[in-house]
């Protein structure tokens, strides 16, 4: 990397960089603040379905037509049960109260008839199926249904949303390349005089292209460093305040230690990525105009 922007004096005097001129590093802030922040909502985004799946993978629910005694008998049966360690009866005023929130006070009236529901936890390993096939038969009208199964749907829209946010920073990370190809050009018709100036006395085209790749290339790490720093602020102070409750709901951050180390890169990356782009950009152009 450092290979690519390294110049002599001479050479910096011929074709300055790093003084943020021109449009091009204001371009690749924007792009690059866009890219964090769509990254980060869908690692964000990956992190909450992988921890929400992992809280589920073991937790299945028994709900019984009729509830009492069968209910009573259910619980007991799955407290003999091996490969059951946690067994959690949902009280009728339970349900109720939470048919109460979404249907209103006629949620909560005795008249409504509920069925019975019995929370448990199997040990890593266990035999769901087995588990299953012994309550449905030991109780009569109990169903067994896996926390899982019930949360796919959700955990499959929020993959997705996922994997289209990722897909959109490659799109803008195109878009950005796109846009170093155009900078690039308009470079090289920008200091044609000195590109024949150099060709006079000898230069080579990789000589000259190692000039204007090593003003891309400054121009892109202080404009993609200055677009991720920003979309960091944000993202600290959208993290310290609204979205907390996100934490919450899946037990701990959304973004790991090596989500963040990625995020971090993404400058990096984009400046390895100018350069190239405009190393071959240039290195084109200098061959059609010979």
Same mark, same amino acid.
């Given at each position: 990397?450092? *290979?690519?922007?390294?110049?002599?004096?001479?050479?910096?005097?011929?074709?300055?960089?790093?003084?943020?001129?021109?449009?091009?590093?204001?371009?690749?802030?924007?792009?690059?603040?866009?890219?964090?922040?769509?990254?980060?909502?869908?690692?964000?985004?990956?992190?909450?379905?992988?921890?929400?799946?992992?809280?589920? %993978?073991?937790?299945?629910?028994?709900?019984?037509? *009729?509830?009492?005694?069968?209910?009573?008998?259910?619980? $007991?049966?799955?407290? /003999?049960?091996?490969?059951?360690? #946690?067994?959690?009866?949902?009280?009728? %005023?339970?349900?109720?109260?939470?048919?109460?929130?979404?249907?209103?006070?006629?949620?909560?009236?005795?008249?409504?008839?509920?069925? #019975?529901?019995?929370?448990?936890?199997?040990?890593?390993?266990?035999?769901?199926?087995?588990?299953?096939?012994?309550?449905?038969?030991?109780?009569?009208?109990?169903?067994?249904?896996?926390? $899982?199964?019930?949360?796919?749907?959700?955990?499959?829209?929020?993959?997705?949303?996922?994997?289209?946010?990722?897909?959109?920073?490659?799109?803008?990370?195109?878009?950005?390349?796109?846009?170093?190809?155009?900078?690039?050009?308009?470079?090289?018709?920008?200091?044609?005089?000195?590109?024949?100036?150099?060709?006079?006395?000898?230069?080579?085209?990789? $000589?000259?292209?190692?000039?204007? %790749?090593? /003003?891309?290339?400054?121009?892109?790490?202080?404009?993609?460093?200055?677009?991720?720093?920003?979309?960091?602020?944000?993202?600290?102070?959208?993290?310290?305040?609204?979205?907390?409750?996100?934490?919450?709901?899946?037990?701990?951050?959304?973004?790991?230690?090596?989500?963040?180390?990625?995020?971090?890169?993404?400058?990096?990356?984009?400046?390895?990525?100018?350069?190239?782009?405009?190393?071959?950009?240039?290195?084109?152009?200098?061959?059609?105009?010979?």
């Amino acid at each position: 990397m450092l *290979g690519m922007i390294a110049a002599t004096p001479a050479e910096r005097r011929l074709i300055p960089g790093g003084r943020l001129q021109g449009p091009t590093p204001y371009v690749i802030a924007i792009m690059m603040f866009v890219m964090v922040v769509i990254g980060a909502a869908g690692l964000a985004l990956l992190g909450s379905a992988r921890v929400v799946a992992a809280g589920v %993978q073991d937790r299945y629910s028994i709900e019984i037509a *009729g509830g009492g005694p069968k209910a009573t008998a259910a619980t $007991q049966l799955l407290a /003999k049960t091996p490969g059951v360690i #946690a067994v959690r009866p949902v009280s009728e %005023q339970d349900m109720r109260d939470i048919l109460a929130r979404w249907l209103g006070p006629e949620g909560a009236t005795a008249d409504l008839p509920l069925p #019975a529901m019995i929370d448990v936890d199997l040990a890593p390993g266990a035999n769901s199926d087995d588990i299953a096939r012994r309550v449905e038969q030991a109780v009569p009208g109990a169903r067994f249904v896996a926390h $899982q199964e019930s949360l796919g749907p959700v955990l499959r829209a929020v993959r997705a949303l996922s994997w289209l946010a990722l897909t959109l920073v490659l799109l803008i990370a195109l878009a950005t390349a796109a846009a170093v190809v155009l900078a690039a050009r308009g470079t090289l018709d920008t200091h044609r005089s000195t590109i024949d100036v150099l060709h006079g006395i000898g230069a080579t085209d990789d $000589q000259i292209a190692r000039l204007f %790749q090593r /003003k891309i290339a400054i121009d892109a790490l202080t404009g993609g460093t200055a677009g991720a720093a920003l979309a960091g602020v944000v993202l600290l102070v959208i993290a310290g305040g609204g979205s907390t409750w996100l934490a919450d709901l899946t037990g701990g951050a959304l973004l790991r230690a090596g989500d963040i180390l990625l995020l971090a890169l993404l400058p990096l990356a984009a400046t390895i990525l100018a350069t190239i782009v405009a190393r071959l950009a240039i290195m084109k152009a200098l061959r059609t105009s010979l």
